[in-house]
């Protein structure tokens, strides 16, 4: 028979605080195995978890890709402010938190349809209709 030392994996001079730590992870170790071995030994518990990490992947790569654009966005909206074509406090606001606030971001950096008027001397880019 082996030693019960050399099975918990812990030396001949271990504590009982040692012994009963080492037992505790390799029981949880355990129970984590026998949890995936359930879900994958059932089929449709199986079928179902793939869906789910086939989705899971999806909307990590739509993040992704939706995060890059908000860069784009960001450095658009930059590029305009050095041009002076952004005039609003908020929108500034907003450009220098960048990611912090992502849904403020994205509203106010949006472009809204305008029109140029000549009472004001507006331009086309910084006048909202």
Same mark, same amino acid.
């Given at each position: ?45 199986? *079928? ?11 909307? %990590? *790569? ?33 450009? *220098? ?12 950096? %949006?472009?809204?349809?305008? *029109? ?11 006048? %909202?209709?």
């Amino acid at each position: 028979a082996r030693c019960p030392y050399e099975i918990l994996g812990v030396s001949d001079f271990a504590t009982n605080k040692d012994i009963q730590s080492t037992f505790d992870n390799i029981k949880q170790a355990f129970d984590t195995k026998k949890e995936a071995y359930e879900l994958l030994s059932d089929a449709d518990k199986q *079928r179902a978890y793939d869906h789910q990490k086939a989705n899971d992947k999806k909307l %990590k *790569r739509k993040i992704e890709q939706l995060e890059k654009e908000l860069e784009c966005e960001k450095k658009s909206c930059i590029e305009d402010e050095k041009k002076g074509r952004i005039k609003d406090d908020k929108e500034l606001a907003v450009i *220098r938190i960048g990611h912090k606030d992502r849904n403020a971001f994205w509203r106010l950096c %949006k472009r809204e349809p305008t *029109r140029s008027t000549k009472r004001d001397g507006g331009d086309a880019t910084t006048d %909202k209709i």
